[in-house]
Nanobody
Framework: QVQLVESGGGSVQPGGSLELSCAASGIISSMYIMGWYRQAPGKQRELVASIGIGGGTNYARSVKGRFTISRDGAKNTMYLQMNSLNPEDTAVYYC???????????WGQGTQVTVSS
């Protein structure tokens, strides 16, 4: 009964900020590689950022320096702080968890982020 629930999406103007949260249940998320993916209409789902069990992070080139991924094991929650948002960041953002790279994926339902003036 693994469940990942995203929250924090919404509509903002270019240059604005949002913080996304992913609350996990049914797993101890600190034992999982966690990541944020996004998908815009007509485009492939892409990795935005990931964070390993040891805390190491990886970011897509398009968001590096603007987004920060973090996790709180005590709260079983992962976060994505998004700053300096631009219209190209508009997408549905999904939470992902897996025990290792080739392991089965668990996905959240997604949360919409819209950046427009």
């Amino acid at each position: 009964q693994v469940q990942l629930v995203e929250s924090g999406g919404g509509s903002v103007q270019p240059g604005g900020s949002l913080e996304l949260s992913c609350a996990a249940s049914g797993i101890i998320s600190s034992m999982y590689i966690m990541g944020w993916y996004r998908q815009a209409p007509g485009k492939q789902r892409e990795l935005v950022a990931s964070i390993g069990i040891g805390g190491g992070t990886n970011y897509a080139r398009s968001v590096k320096g603007r987004f920060t991924i973090s996790r709180d094991g005590a709260k079983n929650t992962m976060y994505l702080q998004m700053n300096s948002l631009n219209p190209e960041d508009t997408a549905v953002y999904y939470c992902n968890a897996r025990r290792y790279v080739s392991a089965p994926n668990y996905w959240g339902q997604g949360t919409q982020v819209t950046v427009s003036s």
